[in-house]
């Protein structure tokens, strides 16, 4: 396998994760301002010796997909 083709195959996976991701939040009922939604994101960089994948999402994707509950507070 070249790396174009390393290349094309980090893109289509990129793409399949963040569907699925899409699709779990809302199946779930867990996209109500849509900000997670919106923030899913992966990009495929060359390096040295190849490419790397990265994602990107809001910082509480983690706990979201933990399953973590609670609710939002303001600090004043």
């Not at 994948?53 to 973590?68: C, K, L, N, S």
Request: zero cysteines; proline letters at 0%; charged letters at 35%.
């Amino acid at each position: 396998m070249d790396l174009k083709e390393v290349k094309e195959s980090l893109n289509a996976f990129g793409k399949y994760v963040i569907q699925q991701a899409r699709t779990k939040l809302t199946k779930g009922d867990k996209n109500v301002s849509k900000e997670l939604y919106d923030s899913l994101s992966y990009d495929v960089d060359k390096v040295a010796k190849g490419y790397k994948i990265y994602f990107e999402m809001e910082d509480y994707a983690m706990f979201q997909d933990r399953g973590v509950k609670g609710q939002r507070v303001e600090h004043r």
